[in-house]
């Protein structure tokens, strides 16, 4: 008697008889390929087996050049993310910049130490900003270009050529080659030339 899971089981006659009974030996014996075509050469074989590599070599090239590709690509996503990821801090510290440039302007006649510390820090702002890639798009004088110029209106003037920035009304900028903020512009209009 065996026990088995707190069970006793009693191994008698019953499962004796309910076991298969063995093959007879009559000589057959199962072959891997049964039923399937084989060539009947070996150099049949082994041109098959020529085309397998051949085509298993052009696939691992393709794999390759596609992973070479994957990498290029990568790389050169994460260096435009580093290039450019600053971008919408810049931009939003944009205003601060006209706000200080709009204080200099207004204050334009005076002499006075307020004046002198607006410049101090409005240079030092500049200057931080420089660092870390930002320019400003050149407007007054400069062919009207609409890619960095955004024209708010037209104007009647033989001051400057036809189609070229008369006056910059706000500043443009742009980080490394990318467009931050289009200069706001006025374009002359010469109707003489």
């Known amino acids: 008697m065996a026990k088995t899971n707190g069970k006793n089981t009693n191994l008698d006659t019953d499962d004796l008889e309910r076991e298969l009974p063995t093959a007879p030996d009559d000589g057959y014996v199962e072959s891997p390929a049964q039923g399937a075509q084989t060539s009947a050469t070996p150099s049949g074989e082994l041109q098959k087996l020529k085309e397998e590599r051949d085509q298993l ?20 996503e994460q260096q435009d993310f580093r290039d450019y990821a600053l971008a919408n801090a810049v931009g939003s510290l944009l205003p601060v910049m006209d706000s200080l440039d709009l204080a200099l302007k207004n204050s334009a006649g005076e002499k006075s130490e307020v004046r002198s510390g607006v410049e101090l820090v409005r240079k030092q702002f500049a200057d931080a900003l420089a660092k870390l890639g930002l320019r400003e798009v050149p407007a007054e004088g400069e062919p009207f270009d609409p890619q960095y110029h955004q024209a708010i209106e037209m104007v009647e003037s033989d001051q400057v050529p036809d189609h070229h920035v008369l006056q910059a009304l706000q500043r443009g900028y742009k980080l490394k080659d990318r467009l931050i903020r289009p200069a706001m512009v006025r374009v002359a209009r010469n109707s003489k030339q």
């Open 57 to 76: 070599f052009d696939r691992l090239a393709r794999l390759q050049a596609e992973f070479d590709n994957y990498r290029k690509r990568s790389a050169r």
